[in-house]
């Protein structure tokens, strides 16, 4: 069955809004966790709009006492400064189960694209051997229809599909052509042996016709989404859609 790995960051987007301790992180996590979630994703950037380096080594402390997985997103080429050591540096001290590298640069609002494996394989391959080298899994954020064979020559373990362009395809009610990209990105992944997560604006209506369609997907990150609606149904209650979403959809 695929997991689902709850994004926090728009917990902490909420609390830095004020300042203080609340919403907590890890009180946030642990609900999630007790609700059936089978692992936790932050995205910390290195202006600390939202997850810290702080929340990351207390997220991984929580994680690791409950035998999940932590799995830590960032671009590897930022540089490091105040507050953030750098993207390998920080997985140096929390040991995520997965590391998740994505092309993000500082100004972005969020992330809206994937690795370009052909043209960034070279700066890529020493981060991926240092990140396999702490023990942590490597997947490497990837569009639809990318060079899958360039991605596992890097020596990735996964792939994230950037599900962005099929949420917007899912949205207007024309998402053959996005589905279909995506399955075919599948599709090539498995055959060249690499993994398959996804993630970036999947929801409630539309992760059920994604996973029904695409094959193979063994992780899902969800966070905007998931905190939204939380707003309304409260956190465990929407954790619990999303995986009653994804048990439906494994029985298919």
Not at 81 to 103: D, K, M, N, S, W
């Amino acid at each position: 069955m695929t997991s689902l790995s709850v994004n926090l960051n728009k917990i902490a987007v909420l609390r830095n809004s004020r300042g203080g301790g609340l919403p907590d992180l890890v009180h946030a996590a642990t609900v999630c966790l007790e609700a059936g979630a089978h692992g936790i994703t932050v995205h910390p950037r290195p202006d600390a709009r939202h997850t810290r380096a702080d929340d990351v080594l207390a997220l991984a402390g929580l994680t690791r006492t409950r035998g999940v997985e932590f799995n830590l997103e960032g671009n590897p080429f930022a540089a490091p400064r105040a507050g953030y050591p750098g993207f390998v540096a920080l997985c140096a001290q929390a040991r995520p189960a997965q590391a998740t590298l994505v092309p993000d640069a500082d100004g972005q609002l969020t992330s809206d694209h994937g690795f370009d494996f052909v043209r960034d394989g070279a700066a890529l391959r020493p981060h991926v051997d240092a990140l396999h080298a702490l023990g942590c899994r490597v997947s490497l954020f990837a569009d639809a229809g990318c060079d899958v064979g360039a991605a596992r020559a890097l020596g990735a373990d996964r792939i994230e599909l950037y599900t962005g362009p099929f949420a917007e395809a899912a949205a207007r009610g024309t998402v053959e052509g996005a589905l279909q990209a995506c399955i075919g990105t599948a599709q090539a992944a498995a055959a060249a042996g690499l993994g398959v997560n996804a993630g970036h604006d999947l929801n409630q209506a539309n992760l059920g016709l994604f996973l029904a369609r695409v094959p193979g997907i063994l992780e899902v990150s969800i966070g905007h989404a998931l905190i939204a609606e939380a707003l309304y149904d409260g956190l465990a209650t929407t954790v619990a859609h999303y995986l009653a979403i994804i048990r439906r959809a494994s029985s298919v």
